[in-house]
């Protein structure tokens, strides 16, 4: 059964530095989505990884997919408070053709 | 662009009411899903349909049941619902079940 694990599960950041969150999973999979939740709004999709190696990156957030480590990795460079919100990773099941399995989610918030 | 709506954005019903959450997608997707959202629990899947009439228990089945008699269609039926079921709703869509889920804007469910 793949179990999905992020941390930290709440990030408090100044603005202008740099932090990682983390995505761990327990079993092969190849495929991982990135989603960003606003506070009462809901999920958007951030980024597509879909091989081992991938990174995509848009603004000051760059995600990065270790098959081999079984880790995913979203990077925030110098933070704004506009980054605020919830980031989820989701990890496809089975490989690269099941379900998508949700970790539980970073709440992230910025302060001047 | 790929739309998911949801029939309520915020719900009010009584202990024991039959209640019927309704999403709708315009994209031709084979698949939609309907999760509910708690703090601390992350999201937690429901059910899912692969297909017009066809359905698969997601984690959390019990005290839920669904239809979909049209593709762009997926209902989530609560028979009676309890306290316990207050919480968010999700509606999600893809085109693969390994492919990236769209979301709707969810449904805020208060039992009383």
């Known amino acids: 059964e793949l179990k999905v694990e992020q941390n930290p599960l709440f990030l408090s950041m100044q603005e202008g530095k740099n932090y990682t969150i983390y995505c761990n999973y327990s079993t092969t999979s190849d495929r991982l989505y990135w989603y960003r939740q606003d506070p009462g709004k809901s999920l958007e999709s951030l980024f597509v990884l879909l091989s081992n190696g991938a990174v995509k990156q848009e603004g000051r957030l760059m995600a990065s997919l270790d098959t081999k480590a079984r880790l995913s990795t979203l990077h925030i460079t110098a933070a704004v408070h506009d980054l605020s919100a919830t980031y989820f990773c989701a990890v496809v099941e089975g490989g690269s053709q099941g379900n998508l399995i949700f970790g539980k989610g970073t709440k992230l918030s910025v302060k001047p | 662009d790929v739309k998911v709506t949801q029939s309520s954005r915020y719900l009010v019903k009584r202990t024991g009411e039959k209640v019927f959450l309704e999403c709708v997608q315009d994209?031709?997707?084979?698949?939609m899903f309907w999760y509910r959202q708690d703090p601390g629990l992350g999201l937690r899947l429901i059910y899912f349909s692969y297909d017009v009439k066809m359905k698969e228990k997601g984690d959390i089945p019990e005290g839920y049941s669904v239809s979909r008699e049209k593709k762009e269609r997926f209902s989530l039926i609560l028979e009676s619902a309890s306290t316990n079921q207050t919480s968010m709703y999700l509606c999600?869509?893809?085109?693969?079940?390994?492919?990236?889920?769209?979301f709707g804007p969810g449904t805020r469910l208060t039992v009383l």
């Open positions: 999600a869509s893809s085109y693969r079940l390994y492919n990236e889920q769209f």
């Open positions: 994209m031709d997707h084979e698949n």
